[in-house]
């Protein structure tokens, strides 16, 4: 299995057939979020906004802003994307094995009681080494409960998910989409834009 996937184990090994329904989108905090934790991305078919949660994963929401501030995220192809289950991106070499020259980062696991993988939950993706998480991510599609308490969750989809959803699927029970061409056009954080 690549370096970098977003799991050690099969897709069977999840129960991917129980995460198929439906579930509720995100709903929306009463108050505006905080601009410095708001992550902007223009994918081919529309804006996308993650509401990030330093409060859950201070390590991860850093990474994620400073590489976002790099420019690291910028035509980075969804390299892996499973319908009924998650969009995995963050690679700049679109394998799955890349990752930042930044060090690994220790995972920061949420316990369910707190957070869960449902749709719109982003997660920090790794290998079976739960503290190789590094720059690539993964926004689901449907909830997921076997990930809860698994992985890091760092963000959460406040507008745009419509667009998440009508990137290219993959093929194979791995969802490894052929030439990927659906790519993240920008990344900014909501702070920076003017």
């Known amino acids: 299995m690549d370096r970098r996937t977003l799991?050690?184990?099969?897709?069977?090994?999840?129960?991917?057939?129980?995460?198929?329904?439906?579930?509720?989108?995100?709903?929306?905090?009463?108050?505006?979020?905080?601009?410095?934790?708001?992550?902007v991305l223009q994918l081919p078919a529309g804006e996308v906004r993650i509401q990030m949660l330093p409060d859950l994963a201070p390590r991860?929401?850093?990474?994620?802003?400073?590489?976002?501030?790099?420019?690291?995220y910028d035509n980075t192809p969804f390299h892996r994307v499973i319908d009924g289950f998650m969009a995995q991106g963050g690679d700049p070499t679109g394998t799955?094995?890349?990752?930042?020259?930044?060090?690994?980062?220790?995972?920061?696991?949420?316990?369910?009681?707190?957070?869960?993988?449902?749709?719109?939950?982003?997660?920090?993706?790794?290998?079976?080494?739960?503290?190789?998480?590094?720059?690539?991510?993964?926004?689901?599609?449907?909830?997921?409960?076997?990930?809860?308490?698994q992985y890091t969750i760092w963000g959460r989809v406040i507008s745009g998910m419509d667009a998440v959803d009508r990137l290219k699927r993959g093929v194979g029970q791995g969802g490894a989409v052929p030439a990927p061409a659906d790519r993240i056009r920008s990344a900014r954080i909501a702070a920076d834009i003017r």
């Not at 991860?60 to 690291?72: Q, S, Y």
């Open 7 to 39: 799991l050690g184990g099969s897709i069977a090994a999840l129960g991917l057939a129980a995460c198929t329904q439906d579930a509720p989108a995100q709903t929306t905090p009463a108050t505006p979020p905080d601009p410095e934790n708001i992550l």
């Open 60 to 72: 991860h929401v850093e990474r994620i802003k400073v590489l976002t501030r790099r420019g690291f």
């Open 96 to 149: 799955g094995t890349g990752g930042s020259n930044l060090p690994d980062l220790p995972a920061e696991f949420t316990p369910p009681t707190r957070a869960r993988f449902v749709r719109g939950t982003v997660g920090a993706a790794r290998t079976q080494n739960p503290n190789s998480a590094n720059s690539q991510f993964f926004i689901m599609f449907a909830p997921t409960p076997s990930l809860d308490g």
